[in-house]
């Protein structure tokens, strides 16, 4: 009995171990920043909620962020949805190919996106940010629309198109995948109502609106010259009310995604033939893999050749010199980046497996405990977790100048991205039969071979995926490197630095160098395995 207590209790170890990370680097600092706004120095007092409500600027914000949000999610529908629609259900030329590659404007950060766009076209004003940030964020629409069409059985919409029709067919299939497809839409408008780096840069351009995000942001960097106890708290008191409406919207987007389960379809939908659209529909593809990929990389090229530069011509000498400038001056920060981008998927892995185990087998519940940190802004999540352990009262004894070391921008990032790698991994747990679980607990191994057998060899193409879509993230996160001064030093806070500055012509060659690293990674199983590359579901 007593062997059994203790099996039973180093099983769920890694779980507790789990909790116990979010409870010290998502709970307790948000905990402990809500307590702040109500305690001032003559104790209770609600003068910094009355000073947010007086605010006049607030509702400018939040009807502009509302605006931005919901122009920028239309753009992800019409481009995610349909590069999902086109690659999987019709006849498109190369939609094989193209299929995966829907994925691949994540790899790119959102603040390169704004550079290619600024650098070509006039960048100014609310519709080149909506178009921006509805391009950066489609891979979420794009993805979850993929899922739900493979997920739909082919016999029932077969039958549905001989009873009723081709319109009411394609009516029925449009409330079959509406789940996903609404679970996407709320995951861009998520992030893009939470982005602040995007219009930060356009600000600098001269813009003249602001979102609640920029908002927040702007009372961050002046809190320095508060003199009152309203100034000082006035982020954190701004930004509680937005982390609950983003929280509300994640719980949707979970709800929406549960109500889509993989039904294990085993006939695929038949090929909608495109007819003499067949070659013209190849535009909306292309055109959304132009503006998410292409046209960033071209600018960043043209910077290595000396566009920015007006005093000689662009030529392969200038891009040698820019090369040369990028050695000595940006490499060790892409090198921090990329190391600190490993640690970080091999930590978020490692966190996500015993999460997604049992959100997926016995605690449902689990799930929303994991997606948490997805719906606090990183700006806020900077905040709550440098206030907490700079000067807070429980998790200041970590350790002298542990927020300013490498090991805290690691713990930082992986919080941020844990959901991400969750959320996959207890997917995938719900695909796998339980009879096999069932049928090994008879098996006579130790319990740590069978649980290594059972539980983790089967969810291992699923932990290469989370580690992959967690390694990307993480190289290209600008909000909480913003924030954190051990990130400072990362690769996207030195490029957006080295833009601000005029100092294109190297700094193009780091971000190429980050878009080359990002983009190998994934493809590593094709390349050594000859294994086919699919969108990270």
Same mark, same amino acid.
């Given at each position: =009995?007593?062997?059994?207590?203790?099996?039973?209790?180093?099983?769920?170890?890694?779980?507790?171990?789990?909790?116990?990370?979010?409870?010290?680097?998502?709970?307790?600092? =948000?905990? !402990? %920043?809500?307590?702040?706004?109500?305690?001032?120095?003559?104790?209770?007092?609600?003068?910094?909620?009355?000073? $947010?409500?007086?605010?006049?600027?607030?509702? &400018? !914000?939040?009807?502009?962020?509302?605006?931005?949000?919901?122009?920028?999610?239309?753009?992800?529908?019409? %481009? @995610?949805?349909?590069?999902?629609?086109?690659? &999987?259900?019709? +006849?498109?030329?190369?939609?094989?190919?193209?299929?995966?590659?829907?994925?691949?404007?994540?790899?790119?950060?959102?603040?390169?996106?704004? /550079?290619?766009?600024? +650098?070509?076209?006039?960048?100014?004003?609310?519709?080149?940010?909506?178009?921006?940030? @509805?391009?950066?964020?489609?891979?979420? *629409?794009?993805?979850?629309?993929?899922?739900?069409?493979?997920?739909?059985?082919?016999?029932?919409?077969?039958?549905?198109?001989?009873?009723?029709?081709?319109?009411?067919?394609?009516?029925?299939?449009?409330?079959?995948?509406?789940?996903?497809?609404?679970?996407?839409?709320?995951?861009?408008?998520?992030?893009?109502?939470? +982005?602040?780096?995007?219009?930060?840069?356009?600000?600098?351009?001269?813009?003249?609106?602001?979102?609640?995000?920029?908002?927040?942001?702007?009372?961050?960097?002046?809190?320095?010259?508060?003199?009152?106890?309203?100034?000082?708290?006035?982020?954190?008191?701004?930004?509680?009310?937005?982390?609950?409406?983003?929280?509300?919207?994640?719980?949707?987007? #979970?709800?929406?995604?549960?109500?889509?389960?993989?039904?294990?379809?085993?006939?695929?939908?038949?090929?909608?033939?495109?007819?003499?659209?067949?070659?013209?529909?190849? %535009?909306?593809?292309?055109?959304?893999?132009?503006?998410?990929?292409?046209?960033?990389?071209?600018?960043?090229?043209?910077?290595?050749?000396?566009?920015?530069?007006?005093?000689?011509? /662009?030529?392969?000498?200038?891009?040698?010199?820019?090369?040369?400038?990028?050695?000595?001056?940006?490499?060790?920060?892409?090198?921090?980046?990329?190391?600190?981008?490993?640690?970080?998927?091999?930590?978020?892995?490692?966190?996500? *497996?015993?999460?997604?185990? !049992?959100?997926?087998?016995?605690?449902?519940?689990? +799930?929303?405990?994991?997606?948490?940190?997805?719906?606090?802004?990183?700006?806020?999540?900077?905040?709550?977790?440098?206030?907490?352990?700079?000067?807070?009262?429980?998790?200041?004894?970590?350790?002298?100048?542990?927020?300013?070391?490498?090991?805290?921008?690691?713990?930082?990032?992986?919080?941020?991205?844990?959901?991400?790698?969750?959320?996959?991994?207890?997917?995938?747990?719900?695909? #796998?039969?339980?009879?096999?679980?069932?049928?090994?607990?008879?098996? $006579?191994?130790?319990?740590?071979?069978?649980?290594?057998?059972?539980?983790?060899?089967? #969810?291992?193409?699923?932990?290469?995926?989370?580690?992959?879509? &967690?390694?990307?993230?993480?190289?290209?996160?600008?909000?909480?490197?913003?924030?954190?001064?051990?990130?400072?030093? &990362?690769?996207?806070?030195?490029?957006?630095?080295? *833009?601000?500055?005029?100092?294109?012509?190297?700094?193009? *060659?780091?971000?190429? $160098?980050?878009?080359?690293?990002?983009?190998?990674?994934?493809?590593?199983?094709?390349?050594?395995?000859?294994?086919? %590359?699919?969108?990270?579901?």
């Amino acid at each position: =009995m007593q062997n059994r207590a203790r099996t039973d209790l180093l099983s769920k170890a890694p779980l507790w171990l789990a909790l116990l990370f979010l409870a010290i680097f998502v709970l307790l600092p =948000m905990l !402990q %920043l809500a307590g702040q706004t109500c305690f001032g120095p003559d104790g209770f007092t609600l003068r910094a909620w009355s000073a $947010l409500f007086d605010d006049e600027a607030i509702a &400018t !914000q939040v009807a502009a962020t509302l605006q931005l949000g919901g122009a920028a999610t239309a753009l992800s529908l019409l %481009l @995610g949805g349909g590069h999902a629609w086109l690659t &999987t259900r019709t +006849d498109l030329p190369g939609g094989g190919w193209l299929g995966p590659l829907g994925i691949a404007p994540l790899v790119v950060p959102p603040i390169f996106v704004a /550079m290619g766009f600024a +650098d070509l076209f006039p960048a100014e004003g609310f519709w080149p940010c909506a178009i921006l940030l @509805g391009v950066a964020h489609a891979p979420f *629409v794009a993805v979850l629309a993929a899922r739900g069409l493979r997920a739909v059985d082919g016999r029932a919409y077969e039958a549905a198109l001989l009873l009723r029709g081709r319109a009411r067919a394609e009516r029925w299939l449009l409330r079959a995948i509406a789940p996903e497809l609404l679970a996407g839409c709320l995951l861009a408008f998520l992030f893009t109502v939470a +982005d602040h780096g995007v219009p930060e840069f356009l600000t600098v351009k001269g813009k003249t609106w602001h979102t609640y995000a920029e908002g927040i942001f702007g009372r961050w960097t002046r809190r320095a010259v508060g003199t009152t106890f309203e100034e000082l708290q006035s982020p954190i008191v701004a930004a509680l009310p937005f982390l609950a409406c983003l929280g509300c919207l994640l719980w949707a987007a #979970l709800r929406l995604r549960a109500a889509a389960p993989d039904r294990g379809v085993v006939t695929a939908l038949p090929v909608r033939r495109l007819g003499p659209w067949r070659w013209p529909a190849l %535009l909306l593809p292309l055109g959304y893999l132009l503006a998410g990929v292409g046209l960033p990389v071209f600018v960043l090229l043209r910077w290595v050749l000396g566009s920015a530069q007006r005093l000689e011509p /662009m030529s392969l000498d200038y891009a040698r010199q820019s090369f040369q400038k990028a050695i000595d001056q940006g490499l060790p920060d892409l090198l921090h980046s990329v190391w600190l981008a490993i640690a970080v998927a091999l930590l978020v892995v490692l966190l996500a *497996v015993p999460l997604a185990r !049992q959100s997926g087998r016995r605690w449902p519940l689990l +799930d929303l405990v994991a997606a948490l940190p997805a719906a606090v802004p990183a700006i806020l999540l900077g905040i709550a977790l440098i206030r907490s352990f700079h000067d807070g009262p429980v998790l200041q004894r970590f350790g002298d100048r542990f927020d300013q070391s490498w090991a805290f921008a690691a713990c930082a990032y992986a919080a941020r991205f844990l959901p991400f790698a969750a959320l996959t991994l207890a997917s995938q747990v719900r695909r #796998l039969p339980l009879a096999a679980e069932e049928a090994g607990r008879f098996v $006579l191994r130790p319990p740590a071979s069978r649980a290594l057998r059972l539980h983790v060899l089967p #969810l291992l193409p699923a932990v290469w995926s989370a580690w992959v879509l &967690t390694f990307v993230l993480a190289l290209r996160e600008l909000d909480l490197a913003v924030v954190l001064p051990a990130a400072n030093a &990362t690769a996207v806070r030195r490029l957006a630095n080295a *833009v601000h500055f005029q100092h294109e012509d190297w700094s193009g *060659v780091i971000a190429l $160098l980050l878009l080359s690293v990002a983009v190998l990674v994934p493809l590593v199983p094709a390349l050594l395995f000859g294994r086919r %590359l699919s969108s990270l579901s």
